[in-house]
């Protein structure tokens, strides 16, 4: 059953390498980290959310909004088969009926705050920016070239978006939801500017990413998205 329907678009996404003992604590039980080429990595994702229907109902006035979200990469063994997935930090997003109904039904970490967003397109370019406030102004910002690149088996870009589930620490379990989506599209990056204090955001766990060079930085088209209904495991 789909709980979610809707179009993830434009994702700024930066990588950081984590030492993976900061996040054991944060990891939901029958899962484990995932790594690429050795790595442990922890993304800041900015994007937006277009044309939102939950349970097939379109909400005036939360159709089309932002995101930011931390999160980190983790999979999960079942009947032999791996499913990869991802543990959301916290979700920032710019209206408090989003958080409700999000921590509510999913016990997500979601997070009401102030947001704005620049897409700007030029014939070879494009500016993406998206912004958030809490006691000051947080921010990404990417400049990539104007021409989508299909994805490259194997590739950082894969393992980075080629996570299907989404995996949520609760008491004494954990609850599993599958996103249902298309492989994507991206853009080569040109230059990006983040403006962020992770301690303030994000809690002492991840002040050290503030003193962190990124591994990478990303620019995904995205498409249209489904959001299953969740169940629990363990």
């Known amino acids: 059953m789909n709980f979610l329907k809707a179009e993830w678009r434009k994702l700024a ?16 039980q029958g899962t484990e980290l995932d790594f690429y080429q050795g790595k442990c990595y922890i993304s ?3 994007f937006m959310f277009l044309n939102t229907r939950l349970l097939g109902l379109s909400i005036p006035f939360h159709r089309n909004f932002e995101e930011v979200n931390l999160r980190f990469y983790v999979k999960k063994k079942e009947n032999d088969v791996w499913k990869r997935g991802v543990v959301f930090i916290k979700e920032i997003v710019p209206k408090p009926a989003l958080s409700i109904v999000a921590n509510s039904i ?8 102030p947001m704005k967003n620049r897409i700007h397109r030029q014939e070879d370019e494009l500016l993406i920016r998206y912004s958030w406030k809490d006691k ?9 070239e104007h021409k989508q690149l299909p994805m490259v088996p194997e590739s950082e870009f ?19 939801y599958e996103v249902v989506h298309p492989q994507w599209n991206h853009y080569k990056v040109k230059d990006y500017h983040i403006e962020i204090d992770f301690e303030k955001v994000y809690g002492k766990d991840f002040e050290s990413l503030n003193h962190q060079v990124p591994l990478s930085a990303m620019l995904a088209e995205g498409s249209e998205i489904e959001v299953k209904t969740k169940k629990y495991i363990g």
């Open 158 to 176: 894969e393992f980075i978006t080629e996570h299907y589930f989404g995996f949520t620490k609760q008491k004494n379990k954990t609850s599993e």
């Open 13 to 28: 996404i930066i990588n950081y390498e984590i030492n993976p003992e900061i996040l054991l604590p944060y990891l939901p």
């Open 106 to 113: 999913y016990k997500e970490s979601y997070q009401t705050m």
């Open 44 to 46: 800041l994702v900015g």
């Open 136 to 144: 000051s102004w947080h921010s990404i910002e990417i400049r990539a």
